[in-house]
């Protein structure tokens, strides 16, 4: 029974291209959140994401950030023109539902740009 | 809104030694409580949780008790390894309304031999 799984699991880019990173929630689960973890810094809140909603995006950068997760394939965050302030790990979440407490993390996607 | 206050790290301790990484929250209602821990170039695991006054997580050695009096979830371990040396995060899931996930900045564990 796969876990969560983002990928890739590295992902390099120059300054002003686009970054895509995906995350796969595990079976079952309908719930998905994105934390972003700058160097040196702890978790930080983006967004929290259920199939073809997003109900809460109070922690994603009002510009080039975007996430979705619709009802068939993986959730996606996107972050267009990308700065050098953007590399971080960024990791994905899911949960079986709201209260449930089962959260299972992925292993991260490691944006580095260049 | 909910908080999360851990203690500041780096902790850098001998192995053998006992650990304590303090935890406290403020929180609308009840939140469930967690420890996370983030080994080198690994994600997030669940290390252990509680989800109610005056329960007990353990898990690995590790243990922590839900002090609603005192807003607490202070981790501990009796006698800490080289392979403890982690990042690790308290959290805290409030219920009410929708879902939050609340991190503490995260304390690095170095175990010396």
């Known amino acids: 029974n796969a876990g969560v799984m983002q990928n890739p699991r590295h992902l390099v880019r120059r300054r002003g291209q686009e970054a895509r990173l995906r995350c796969s929630p595990m079976?079952?689960?309908?719930?998905v959140y994105w934390y972003r973890q700058l160097p040196e810094e702890g978790l930080k809140f983006m967004v929290y994401l259920q199939k073809e909603n997003i109900i809460d995006e109070s922690g994603m950068p009002k510009e080039r950030f975007s996430a979705e997760f619709p009802k068939e394939g993986p959730s996606i965050l996107r972050i267009q023109q990308v700065v050098r302030g953007d590399s971080a790990a960024y990791f994905c979440?899911?949960?079986?539902?709201?209260?449930?407490?089962?959260?299972?993390f992925g292993s991260g996607t490691r944006l580095t740009v260049v | 809104g909910d908080s999360v206050t851990q203690m500041e790290g780096p902790v850098t301790l001998s192995e053998e030694a006992f650990l304590t990484i303090n935890c406290t929250y403020t929180a609308t209602g009840y939140p469930s409580l967690f420890w996370y821990v983030q080994y080198p170039g690994e994600g997030l695991q669940l290390l252990l949780k509680?989800?109610?006054?005056?329960d007990k997580g353990s898990n690995k050695g590790f243990e922590a008790t839900y002090r609603k009096e005192t807003t607490s979830f202070h981790l501990e371990k009796g006698s800490v390894q080289v392979s403890d040396s982690a990042v690790y995060f308290c959290l805290s899931i409030s219920n009410f309304g929708n879902e939050k996930l609340t991190f503490g900045t995260g304390t690095r564990l170095t175990i010396i031999p």
């Open positions: 979440a899911s949960s079986p539902g709201a209260g449930a407490g089962g959260y299972t």
């Open positions: 509680a989800t109610k006054a005056d």
């Open positions: 079976k079952g689960h309908s719930h």
